[in-house]
């Protein structure tokens, strides 16, 4: 089995920053893409980030690019959600997700989740 455990959310001001941090216990972190999901209340999950095994190819949805980074520390088995410029639209529960093979954004395709996070943003 694969737990992950999201942790960084919390309150904060528009145009304020946030880092979400994932951490993956299990023995295939290094060959699994992660994602970044979010979750608004009354709204369906929607795809925020992905990124590939080794950290070489990024995605992001057209919301967030420019705004967010997604990264990686396989040694420390840790995915991270770096936000920047929050605005009240990115209030939501994140959550982190794994699945091996190709890096795609399609929440379906992921196998692992984690419990999610609240981040909220002020106005």
């Known amino acids: 089995q694969v737990q992950l455990v999201e942790s960084g959310g919390g309150l904060v001001q528009a145009g304020g920053s946030l880092r979400l941090s994932c951490a993956a216990s299990?023995?295939?972190?290094?060959?699994?893409?992660m994602g970044w999901f979010r979750q608004a209340p009354g709204k369906e999950r929607e795809f925020v980030a992905a990124i590939s095994p080794a950290g070489l190819n990024t995605y992001y949805a057209d919301s967030v690019k420019g705004r967010f980074t997604i990264s990686r520390d396989n040694a420390k088995t840790t995915v991270y959600l770096q936000m920047n410029s929050l605005t009240p639209e990115d209030t939501a529960v994140y959550y982190c997700?794994?699945?091996?093979?190709?890096?795609?954004?399609?929440?379906?395709?992921?196998?692992?989740w984690g419990q999610g996070t609240q981040v909220t943003v002020s106005s």
């Open positions: 997700a794994a699945r091996s093979g190709r890096t795609t954004m399609n929440l379906k395709d992921y196998d692992y």
């Open positions: 299990g023995r295939t972190f290094s060959t699994s893409a």
